[in-house]
């Protein structure tokens, strides 16, 4: 029996939002974190979209595009506190920070987030700034030796010390008392910082018996978590990611097909294993890499994408520009059927994958995997009913460069269950009204010899709901 998911924890549903990564990489500013705010207040909130998150560089009064200001002065305050750069936030000045944007974006009925890395800024501790509340100074609580490899910011903080948590503590009831409410905390898991983890998420409760605010923890990146991290993960965050940064490119998602196979069964209410950012619609305007552009993944791709991240829970935050993103992309945001299968399916899991060959068992003709995923259809945390009691959704998603049709060795049976094999059953296609290839997906045969039949576009996906008459 599948236990209702308590609404009262956060993130009871995978958080379906934007982050700015993407498309602006360090040098977002107010205007367009609003101009996204808005588009998604009118276009994306009835469906599920709901949270912004300004990624890394907020403090930076020299970010560029393509990478980071190495070394360069930061916005801090008398505690080392990260605090936004006022040309591009003009409504943190008078020491505001981000709380007039965070006003801004809750009146639109949505939340907001930012992005910050593991530790102490370096400028703290070379001005030696106290550590607030504390009779300790920043060279007394950062740890000089472990620092991230691609980001100079800042140092690490002693793992495991009181005045470490200070800092934290510090830290974060800033961010409370502007009314942020989601952080992505950044050089946490490659490699793995239990101690800082632990660090933060106790700041984070602090805050919130202080201000009252549930504030989400997600920690990046993900390259090499081991899923057995998971109890002492779903203790700390409500998100973790599990690969490195994805980019529009086919191989990136190929990637992803084991990493959520191996995490989906261990999806929990409340705690996501996130397999990172859809690079969909218009990105790469002053991003980290690449040009500006709309997303190179094709729309059979991206629908392959939405259903994967779907099927596996994972959080959805997408990095295109929303505004000036292509009408298809948004076409694909608006899909139902994303919050629909996030926030309400239960023991989801890939159940097929098989190797095909043009040729039997000749290697040089592998042309592809075909991949099956399932999962049962159960009522909502949010006390809205199950649509379709009793239903289940399957994907199969196929990874060859030419389009494959399915010649019947994927049974009904396969997602209802042996049980009701021999019940009436309907299919409905989830990407029906979707832009891209149109789907021919089908039940066909009699009672227990029903299987699922269409073709599959190059890189594509067949989603769909098996439904009891």
């Not at 469906?47 to 916005?75: E, K, M, Q, R």
């Amino acid at each position: 029996m599948t236990t209702l998911p308590d609404t009262s924890l956060k993130a009871w549903r995978p958080p379906m939002g934007w982050n700015s990564w993407d498309s602006y990489g360090t040098t977002i500013t107010e205007d367009e974190v609003l101009a996204n705010a808005r588009f998604m207040a009118e276009h994306l909130k009835a469906v599920g979209w709901d949270t912004l998150v300004i990624d890394a560089g907020w403090f930076d009064p020299n970010a560029h595009a393509h990478g980071y200001s190495d070394g360069t002065p930061l916005c801090i305050d008398e505690y080392g506190r990260q605090l936004p750069d006022e040309r591009r936030f003009p409504s943190s000045a008078e020491g505001k920070g981000f709380g007039p944007l965070a006003d801004a974006v809750h009146e639109l009925g949505l939340k907001l987030g930012v992005h910050v890395m593991r530790g102490i800024p370096r400028q703290a501790v070379h001005e030696n700034l106290p550590v607030k509340d504390t009779d300790l100074t920043a060279r007394d609580v950062a740890d000089t030796e472990h620092n991230c490899v691609w980001n100079h910011d800042n140092y690490g903080l002693k793992r495991g010390d009181a005045g470490a948590q200070a800092w934290y503590d510090a830290q974060v009831d800033l961010f409370a008392s502007w009314g942020l409410d989601f952080l992505k905390v950044d050089d946490m898991q490659t490699p793995f910082f239990p101690e800082e983890i632990e660090a933060y998420h106790n700041a984070i409760a602090k805050a919130k018996k202080r201000y009252g605010r549930r504030i989400t923890l997600s920690l990046s990146p993900g390259g090499w978590v081991a899923s057995t991290h998971v109890d002492f993960l779903r203790d700390v965050a409500q998100m973790w990611r599990i690969s490195d940064d994805l980019w529009d490119r086919w191989e990136d998602i190929f990637q992803q097909f084991p990493r959520l196979a191996r995490w989906a069964p261990l999806q929990r209410t409340g705690h996501w294993a996130d397999a990172d950012m859809l690079p969909l619609g218009h990105i790469g305007l002053r991003a980290e890499r690449g040009d500006d552009r709309q997303s190179r993944l094709t729309l059979d791709e991206q629908k392959t994408l939405l259903t994967l991240w779907c099927m596996g829970r994972s959080p959805l935050m997408v990095g295109g520009d929303l505004p000036t993103s292509d009408d298809d992309t948004i076409a694909l945001l608006t899909n139902p059927a994303l919050r629909e299968v996030t926030a309400g399916s239960a023991n989801n899991r890939e159940i097929v994958r098989e190797r095909l060959f043009s040729e039997w068992n000749v290697e040089d003709s592998y042309i592809g995997d075909l991949i099956v995923w399932t999962a049962d259809a159960v009522k909502w945390a949010d006390s809205t009913p199950c649509a379709h009691p009793g239903s289940h959704y399957g994907a199969i998603f196929w990874t060859g460069d030419e389009p494959y049709e399915l010649k019947g060795n994927i049974q009904l049976q396969s997602f209802v269950g042996i049980a009701d094999r021999n019940r009436d059953w309907t299919l409905a296609d989830l990407w029906a009204d979707a832009p891209g290839t149109p789907s021919d997906i089908r039940i066909e045969g009699e009672g227990e010899d029903r299987v699922i039949r269409g073709t599959i576009p190059a890189h594509g996906a067949l989603w769909f709901a098996i439904r009891p008459l």
